[in-house]
């Protein structure tokens, strides 16, 4: 999943984006409310991250744009009002969820995992393709019963080729929803990432899941 964080302290910024990607979440990270602005604009995010207090642009008029254009991705605010009426402002601009700080990160991810449940109804909370078990809230998987050793990149790259089974994915589409604006396009580290899960996922199984589609891609499938 690819989120677009919007947070101007450095110190809470480096704190989500550490524990974000640490979880698997490819992460963008915008400083004010019109960097926020273009990054949604050219980037698909399944989730934005949006505090209140930024420059040029604020929480409320980034969230409220971003409706108006037509943008669906669910908005999570973080403020450190406590005030009802802001957090009705934030809800009446278009956010789904409101967060105070200070606040527990595990709180955080509980609502990012309620928040992208609710806006992608084809994510269960295990998916099953042949002997493979994956536990999208565990972010664990096993073969035949088997625990596989995953990093968190190596889990990404596996659950979104999951969750799109029979689709052949273009590294473009990989790139955009598994990793984030650091990512060169121009690298073979999808291919990469590929080979490891091929090595983890398939070798020793009669049925392979993982298949190349020879100028197009790869597909995730057990027929």
Partial sequence: ???????????????????????????????????????AEINPYDILILDVNIPL????????????SGGKMPILMLTA????????????????????????????????RALLRRHLEIRPDQVVID?????????????????????????????FLALNRGRVLGRAEIAEHVWDERFDPFSNLIEVYIKRLRNKIDDGHHVRLIRTRRGAGYSFDDV
């Fill in 1 to 39: 999943m690819r989120v677009l964080l919007v947070e101007d302290d450095t110190r809470i910024a480096s704190f989500i984006l550490k524990g974000l990607r640490e979880h698997s979440y490819a992460v963008d990270h915008a400083v004010d409310g019109e960097e926020a602005l273009f990054q």
């Fill in 131 to 159: 002997d493979l078990v994956i536990d999208t809230r565990a972010q664990v998987a096993k073969r035949s019963g088997v625990p596989v050793m995953l990093t968190a990149k190596e889990y990404s790259l596996l659950e």
């Fill in 81 to 112: 009002r406590d005030a009802v009426e802001d957090r009705v402002t934030g809800l009446d601009c278009g956010a789904d969820d409101y967060l105070i700080k200070p606040f527990d990160f595990k709180e955080l991810l509980a609502r990012l």
């Fill in 57 to 68: 642009v604020s929480g409320f008029g980034v969230c409220r744009q971003i409706r108006q």
